[in-house]
């Protein structure tokens, strides 16, 4: 079984940054692409940025593009990263880590969670 681990997450004030990083372990597999997404209390969960993994493209919902870079490093083992600048209040949510195996119609497997909470 595939687990995807994030990390980074926690505290910052408005206007500073933190990065996320995700990790693949146990069985191999592989990825089409890779994504972020957040939620929010009472609101649905959305996509951030995606990655696809073998041309590198990205893409960014409006709401993060040109605050938010998504990046990726060793990339047998599915590792990714969310670099988030300018935090805002609104960025407060709960962020996830997801990977779309090859073959899937969408992402179908996800990381647990990590808090990120910014201050105003």
């Known amino acids: 079984q595939v687990q995807l681990v994030e990390s980074g997450g926690g505290l910052v004030q408005a206007g500073g940054s933190l990065r996320l990083s995700c990790a693949a372990s146990g069985r191999t597999f592989s990825a089409y692409a890779m994504g972020w997404f957040r939620q929010a209390p009472g609101k649905e969960r959305e996509l951030l940025a995606r990655?696809?993994?073998?041309?590198?493209?990205?893409?960014y919902a409006d709401s993060v593009n040109g605050r938010f870079t998504i990046s990726r490093d060793n990339v047998a083992r599915y590792r990714v990263h969310l670099q988030m600048n300018s935090l805002r209040s609104e960025d407060t949510a709960v962020y996830y880590c997801a990977a779309q195996r090859v073959g899937a119609a969408s992402y179908d497997t996800w990381g647990q969670g990590t808090q990120v909470t910014v201050s105003s």
């Open positions: 990655i696809r993994w073998a041309n590198g493209e990205t893409y």
